[in-house]
C-alpha cells in the first residue's frame, strides 16, 4: 500500500494517527490494514496512505460504524460506488434512530421510577427495587402486559 516517499516505523505511524501501536496490530489482523512487506533483518515500513487508512477507520468509528462495517466502507473506498456506500449509510443511520428510540424509552420509564421514588410515602417498598423486581406492586411502565 505504501507507495510514497514517508517511510515510518509502525510507532511513527502510530502516532501520526493519533492511536496506539496496539491499535494498527489489531487493525492488520482484522484485514483494515495490510501488514506491508518485512525486508530480511529490517523492520516494516509505512507512508501517508496507511496513515490516511487509519484516520478513515477511526473517523467511521466515531460516528457509529461497527469495524466489520468498516471493512465494507473501504472495499468502496475508491469513491466510485457511492449508491452502495450511501445504502450502507443509511442502514447505519437507522440503526441510530432505533438505539435512540430506545433511549428515549429507558429514559422516559426511568425517569418515572426516580419520580415515584421521591414521591413515596411510609414504609412501602421501594418502587424502583419492586418495579425490578416484577413482584406486580409496581409495572415498569412500557412494559408488555404478562400473558
Known sequence: MSN????????????????????????????LLPEPHKPHGGIRRYGELEVARVRFVKSAQR???SLDEIADLLRLEDGTHCDEA????????????AKLADLARMESVLSQLVCACHTRKGSVSCPLIASLQGSGQERIPGDAEPA
Open 4 to 31: 510514497d516517499s514517508r517511510r515510518l516505523t509502525i510507532g511513527a505511524l502510530a502516532n501520526e494517527a493519533r492511536v496506539n501501536v496496539e491499535t494498527i496490530r489489531f487493525y492488520q489482523r482484522k484485514g
Open 63 to 65: 460516528i457509529g460504524f
Open 86 to 97: 450511501s445504502r450502507l449509510a443509511e442502514h447505519k443511520l437507522d440503526d441510530i434512530r
